[in-house]
């Protein structure tokens, strides 16, 4: 079953090229129908075009109440069909104008792993907390700021001597994997979403390791031999 998209940006889109790749590959089954941003210069927009998909942008600044934007934005995504709305880098909160008519068909993907550092500048809570697992997540979007109820996340080392900057490129690098791979299980039928759990058909129990830890352990206190996978 290939899923009717329309994704919605504000910067780079380097997700957005993510999935315009993993579309052109074949492993995701979906139709970009339309790719809006609310800045007329995004390079998510350059990007799109380059792919021959249809854009649209439309400044908020230029609708006199938040409602009235996302009314704007249902309107355009609607009269091309989407089905599925992915925000990928869309730094605007959405209304129940919005959130409404596209209920339980609406996906983030955030630079942390939630509910830890939601919000903005996720990246530089992370680093300077020093947490020493960083990560992202890709989840359902209701009222609330990065709340919705969670469909995947990956983690990643983070180091003592990582800033915002170098944390962010090894959480990025992440990002453009699990979000297409939750794209294709929602196109494939396979999301259930139960309250707070969101289950995923024939996805897999069993891990490499039961512990995966950073800094990793060493023997004795490692069972498993030291075996852990960075990207």
């Known amino acids: 079953m290939t899923i009717a998209l329309g994704v919605l940006v504000s910067g780079s889109g380097s997700n957005l090229q993510a999935i315009i790749d993993r579309v052109r590959e074949g492993s995701l089954d979906a139709d970009i129908r339309i790719v809006i941003a609310n800045k007329p210069d995004a390079q998510g927009l ?3 075009r380059e792919a021959g998909i249809p854009t649209a942008s439309i400044r908020h600044a230029d609708f006199p109440e938040r409602e009235d934007f996302d009314r704007e934005l249902v309107r355009l995504l609607s009269a091309a069909g989407v089905e599925l709305v992915a925000l990928a880098g869309f730094m605007r909160l959405l209304t129940l104008a919005f959130l409404t008519p596209f209920a339980g068909r ?3 993907i955030h630079p942390a792993l939630l509910p830890a550092c939601p919000g903005l500048h996720a990246q530089a809570q992370q680093a300077g907390h020093g947490v020493r697992l960083a990560g992202c997540t890709v989840h359902f979007v209701d009222e609330e ?5 969670i469909i995947i996340q990956g983690a990643v080392p983070a180091f003592a001597d990582d800033d915002a900057e170098s944390l962010g490129v090894r959480i990025l690098e992440m990002e453009h994997r699990i979000y297409p791979q939750a794209l294709q299980w929602i196109a494939q039928g396979r999301v259930h979403v139960r309250g707070r759990q969101v289950a995923v ?5 069993a891990i490499a390791s039961p512990l995966w830890t950073n800094p990793p352990l060493e023997s004795p206190f ?3 031999g030291g075996r852990h996978e960075c990207i």
Not at 145 to 149: N, Q, T
């Open 46 to 48: 350059d990007r799109a």
């Open 106 to 108: 609406v996906v983030n």
């Open 145 to 149: 700021v990065d709340h919705g109820p």
């Open 201 to 205: 058909d024939g996805v897999a129990r």
């Open 222 to 224: 490692d069972r498993e």
